[in-house]
């Protein structure tokens, strides 16, 4: 390993330092700020640190690491996004009793599984950065261990988590059986018998259950909607957000690299999936009174659209997927940040009810929820807009109508949810209406991510080169179209 | 630039008119009405400035790039046909802006801001040639017309939004297939991606293909429009909404649907808009027919004036597929003066209920003795609406009739039975609202100056539209050789097919 090398991975080494220095100084000195402030401290100079290792990229690290400027890009998301998740946390567990400094400790943690995972080229730092995400996200939504929900939550997680994961190593065993390779690259490369290919082939199906699940899909989405009401507000947005970028980050390197998207099964099986979660997610949702549960299966379907823009393998596709999780990301954190903002200490503002008429109480809260509800629905204007409108693009241009045609219909299903929600908060609002604090950390990221929610929504040119530029790695490197 | 100015104002009054209702309830509505007068004074420039010495088809254009890694512009420019619907929606802007002077008094500053961004967004509707630009205005404008319904509406009021809401996005999806599937075919054939409206009008498609993409925007029209097995969002929508929201509903966000088959449609694919033509007649006559009926047997005031909207635009409709110079000529005359006898009728059954809180006939009755300035002018409008020769309706009418007897007589026939049924959901409207005895013993007061001036301006443009409707027709003309063009065109193209 040179010099260069351990250059090339300095955003990853920042992260995992940070959360060095933050367990040393809970250990001397429990203070709440000091550990969110060296967090926010340690994922600044990682964010920093992309721009000097952008120089640099590509640059593969002993086969295992492949720090291109698709990994730098999703790193620089992955990072904002757990800041803001930092950011959020300190407000919402302010109002908490008990020791909050652990949480950071994790979310940096996480926030470094996730880093591992987008950079990764070789299975060995796939189920690497996949266990550091998972073991700290265990720890995560069962945070607040006075709350009976969030501690089912915990546990699901952890025990569907783990079931998963196992799915997934007998899958890269079977892989690694045939090829006789981990890394995703070669697997393009090595010409197989028969029965060979179908070994093959089903420890890639394998490795979509490690996936799927980590996406909340269909079939994998089971936990999705209590984690999400059992964890607590910014744990949900980072579960929601942070993670499944991550791993869909990873799904694109692995799946166009190792060609194995090319198996018409993988493609079958992806577009099942991707059918069953658009109607699932839009489906289910439309019975649900509680926001995060409404949250949760609306991630569904939006994962399910990803989907979409992802089996249509071209370059526009990794360009699609790319600006949607952008804007996902942006919109989601958007609207957990309100739930967060709004929670009080015993219990989160989750219920429909507690939004009921929030604009004439809180005009701009109410306005940041309406611009990411519309968002997640896809009306002009906004970033999640454009996303669908890449995504459908996408569709389009491989002529995929099938799909996007069960997007179009869903999503309109899904609108009618979005639009309850919207509907509550502009109704009139109930005689005794509580009154929340409201951190002002909390409302500084809420600002800027509706600034950014609407900017590129009406101008996304510079995000639009941005991601072009970055996708150019993954493209050479796997020969698309 | 003035382009640009005309949705910049309605934008910025909107923000302002939000901001000032700290201090004053009354301050938002002065705004808005200035911002209205001053585009409908813009737009008249144009109208008046701009004909004699323009170059080429456009009086006024700007042209920006906008999200170039797609070739999307900001592109916006006016014609005859935009021109119109522009002086339309100002016009109808101000009477919306009036109508809800006493109406709305509730969340003043948020109401005019909603209004004022539906008109912006219409407006760039009317502009946008640009196709993704289309989209993105013919999108966002339902956003704050949904605020409209859900927030000052009536009785049933989420319950219409949402479902306004909800159809008009699946179908605007639809066509944003439609969409996306012509610029990646356009690519295809020429290498160039864009959504430029004049690059993508020559784009040759297999017929299958033009078919499908037809429909694609066809079914977004249809639902705007509306096309009778796609209307039943509007008796919903126009019902529940406030005054302003219905007249806007009925005069501006209608005649979309019929400026994009115009502008959109028949230009694009000309010869699938020609295959489909029988099917586009029969939808309109049923359309005529089955709202003349419904509006005839509704008791609620309101939803009868709404489903007489369905009836006028299926002559839209009619006038637009008929393929003639006449029947567009009507089409376009219809679509004006549909704006300013239903708006009309809108305006003076708001400002009914505002002074009985009911819109059921069943409880009204011997008003005329009691408003008779109010009724007086509702028969007059009733009058308009029912086709009366002199009043601008009738022009329209009798034209689009005149040109669907060329290509079918019994289409004809059918349409001409809608104008008779017209005649009875009218005058039943005048009887049982302000003749007959006055069972309830309502005492009311007539119209007040305000809205009498409305009234006033509104009867002034259909006397005129009735009497001397050339400006119009000129102003039109040179789009309908267009638009004859292309009708041209596609059937010779079916001829040497055969």
Redesign the interface.
């Known amino acids: 390993m040179s010099p260069a090398d351990i250059l090339a991975l300095l955003p990853l080494i920042l992260i995992g330092a940070g959360s060095v220095v933050v367990m040393f100084a809970i250990a001397f000195k429990r203070n709440h700020a000091l550990a969110a402030g060296l967090t926010l401290v340690g994922l600044t100079f990682a964010f920093v640190s992309i721009y000097a290792v952008a120089s640099m990229a590509p640059r593969q690290v002993m086969s295992v690491l492949l720090i291109d400027r698709y990994a730098l890009f999703y790193m620089g998301l992955i990072i904002a996004s757990g800041g803001a998740v930092a950011v959020l946390s300190y407000g919402y567990l302010q109002e908490h009793e008990g020791q909050h400094e652990e949480l950071y400790l994790l979310l940096l943690l996480a926030t470094l599984g996730c880093a591992v995972l987008v950079a990764s080229s070789h299975f060995v730092t796939f189920l690497l950065g996949l266990e550091i995400l998972s073991v700290s996200l265990y720890g995560m939504v069962a945070y607040l261990k006075d709350r009976k929900l969030a501690l089912e939550a915990g546990i699901k997680y952890l025990i569907l988590a783990s079931a998963s994961a196992a799915f997934l190593l007998f899958g890269t065993a079977l892989i690694y059986a045939v090829a006789g390779t981990m890394e995703f690259s070669r697997l393009q490369e090595i010409s197989l018998s028969r029965s060979e290919s179908a070994l093959l082939l089903a420890g890639i199906v394998l490795t979509i259950t490690g996936i799927g699940f980590k996406l909340g899909v269909v079939p994998f989405h089971l936990w999705t909607p209590d984690v999400y009401e059992g964890a607590p507000a910014p744990v949900a947005g980072f579960v929601a957000t942070t993670s499944k970028s991550a791993m869909v980050a990873l799904l694109l390197r692995y799946f166009y690299l190792s060609g194995a998207i090319q198996y018409r099964a993988v493609f079958l099986v992806f577009a099942i999936i991707a059918i069953a979660s658009m109607c699932a997610g839009n489906l289910l949702a439309l019975q649900q009174t509680n926001v995060k549960r409404i949250l949760a299966y609306s991630s569904i379907a939006h994962f399910g659209y990803v989907l979409v823009a992802f089996l249509a393998g071209a370059t526009i596709a990794i360009e699609a997927v790319s600006f949607y999780l952008v804007a996902y990301t942006v919109t989601t954190l958007a609207a957990f940040g309100v739930v967060t903002v709004l929670s009080g200490a015993d219990r989160d503002a989750d219920d429909l009810e507690d939004y009921r008429g929030l604009f ?1 109480r809180r005009p701009l809260m109410a306005g940041v929820f309406t611009a990411a509800l ?1 968002s997640l629905a896809g ?3 906004t970033m999640g ?1 454009l996303g669908k ?1 890449y995504v ?2 996408a569709g ?2 491989a002529t995929a109508w099938l799909l ?2 069960v997007l ?2 869903t ?2 299903a899904g ?2 949810f979005y ?1 309850r929600i ?2 509550a908060l ?2 009139a609002p109930p005689e005794h209406a509580p009154i929340q604090m409201v951190s002002r950390g909390g409302v500084f990221i809420l600002a800027v991510l509706t600034i950014l929610l609407i900017w590129f929504g009406v ?3 510079p995000l ?2 941005l991601v ?1 530029a970055t996708r150019a790695d993954l493209t050479v490197a796997s020969s698309l179209p | 630039m003035i382009l640009i100015a005309l949705i910049g104002i309605l934008l910025a009054a909107g923000v302002l008119a939000w901001l000032s209702s700290r201090w004053s309830t009354e301050l938002p509505r002065w705004i808005s009405l200035i911002a209205a007068v001053l585009d409908l004074i813009l737009a008249a420039g144009i109208w008046f400035g701009g004909g004699s010495s323009r170059s080429n088809m456009w009086f006024d254009e700007v042209n920006y790039n906008w999200i170039p890694g797609f070739g999307i512009h900001f592109h916006l420019a006016v014609d005859g046909l935009s021109l119109l619907m522009l002086l339309l929606t100002f016009f109808l802007g101000i009477m919306a802006v009036l109508a809800s002077w006493t109406e709305i008094r509730e969340r003043v500053g948020f109401f005019h801001f909603n209004l004022m961004w539906v008109l912006a967004g219409i407006t760039g509707v009317f502009l946008a040639l640009d196709l993704f630009l289309f989209y993105f205005a013919w999108e966002l404008m339902l956003v704050p017309m949904y605020f409209l319904i859900v927030i000052w509406g009536h009785e049933r009021r989420v319950y219409a939004a949402v479902k306004f809401f909800l159809f008009t996005q699946l179908s605007g999806l639809l066509m944003l297939i439609a969409i996306l599937a012509l610029y990646f075919i356009h690519h295809q054939a020429t290498g160039v991606y864009t959504f430029a409206y004049s690059e993508l009008l020559g784009t040759q498609l297999s017929p299958g293909t033009e078919l499908w993409i037809m429909l694609g925007f066809f079914v977004a029209f249809a639902v705007k429009l509306p096309v009778v097995p796609l209307h039943t969002w509007l008796p919903d929508a126009h019902t529940e909404a406030p005054t302003a929201g219905s007249v806007i509903l009925a005069g501006l966000l209608l005649k979309t649907g019929a400026y994009g088959l115009m502008r959109f449609v028949i230009p694009l694919f000309p010869h699938a808009a020609h295959e489909f033509t029988p099917v586009a007649l029969v939808l309109a006559v049923i359309g005529i027919v089955y709202g003349a009926v419904m509006a005839f047997s509704q008791t609620d005031l309101k939803r009868l004036v709404a489903y007489t909207s369905v009836s006028h635009l299926g002559f839209v409709l009619l006038g637009i597929f008929s393929w003639n110079p006449l029947a567009l000529q009507g089409a376009i005359m219809t679509m004006i003066c549909h704006g300013l006898s239903t708006g009309g009728l809108f305006i003076l059954v708001g400002g009914l209920q505002e002074r009985i809180h009911t819109r059921d006939l069943d409880r009204m009755g011997g008003l005329w003795a009691v408003v008779p300035r109010l009724s007086g002018v509702a028969l007059f409008f009733g009058l308009a609406s029912l086709g009366l020769p002199g009043l601008g309706d009738f022009v329209g009418e009798f034209l689009v009739l005149l040109g669907a007897y060329r290509i079918s007589v019994i289409i004809t026939v059918v349409a001409s039975l809608g104008v008779l049924a017209s005649t009875f959901y009218a005058l039943r409207m005048v009887q049982r609202a302000f003749q007959g005895p006055n069972t309830h013993g309502w005492q009311l007061s007539d119209l007040t100056p305000r809205e009498g001036l409305m009234m006033a301006l509104m009867i002034a443009g259909l006397l005129w539209l009735g009497f001397y409707p050339q400006p119009v027709l000129n102003t039109f003309s040179p789009v309908m050789d267009n638009l004859q063009r292309t009708a041209q065109v596609s059937t010779v193209a079916r001829g040497d097919k055969r």
């Open positions: 004439w519309l009306i002009p204007a807009f409108f459908l693009a389009a241009a996007i045609i179009v219909v999503s309109v609108l009618f639009l919207v509907v502009y109704s101008y996304p040119a639009l080169n072009r």
